[in-house]
């Protein structure tokens, strides 16, 4: 994995409404520190941070379940979230398929590459 196509999976964890608060601050955090010893710093900590934001894809569908998902988005949404998801394990998906989590997979998948 380059560094540009790390800048961008990192700029998708900070977008992705998906992110924790802690996670969109790290990545923030990172892609402010462009370039500098800080942000190398950073990167070094950047596996244990991803993978605080990747969701099995059961525990998706056990919290877009529950009231406290329906709160937050609409139940219409929690209900279509939890369909989705339902649907892609039935398709062999082990995690999450949102823009957050495939973001923090992809860099899960490269962290021997990363430096």
Request: net charge negative; glycine share 4%.
């Amino acid at each position: 994995m380059t560094h540009e196509e790390l800048k961008i999976q990192v700029q998708a964890l900070a977008d992705a409404i998906s992110s924790n608060e802690a996670v969109k601050t790290f990545a923030n955090a990172w892609l402010a520190a462009e370039g500098t010893d800080k942000q190398a710093e950073l990167t070094k900590k950047l596996g244990s941070i991803v993978k605080q934001n990747i969701a099995l894809i059961d525990e998706t569908i056990d919290f877009m379940s529950s009231p406290t998902a329906a709160d937050i988005f609409g139940q219409e949404t929690a209900d279509s979230i939890r369909t989705h998801a339902e649907e892609i394990k039935a398709q062999g998906a082990e995690f999450c398929d949102c823009p957050g989590c495939t973001a923090a997979k992809d860099i899960i998948d490269h962290l021997n590459e990363i430096k």
